[in-house]
């Protein structure tokens, strides 16, 4: 199996496990900011993890902790706390 194959069953299967929650958990709970915590949980944090991964540089430790803190704060955010909706 090619590599290129490979990533692509990877990718698929995360988007199956990140997507369809976020989705559902905006069905609930109406409110635009649960996608804030995809942006900071998977999106930005991956992308620092790979630029971790890819020039070895121990700095970027240093933004993959706080952007996953800040991701679970949005949620709990969001979850807790009743928005005021306009309409």
Known sequence: MSLTLKV???IAHFSVYVVVPINKWY???KDWRVFLYLLFSNVLALGF???LIATGNQVFH???GPLSAIALL????VAWVQPQRYG
């Open 49 to 51: 993890g790979i630029a």
């Open 62 to 64: 240093l933004f993959i």
């Open 8 to 10: 692509a069953i990877a």
């Open 74 to 77: 949005i949620l709990g955010y």
């Open 27 to 29: 069905a609930v709970m």
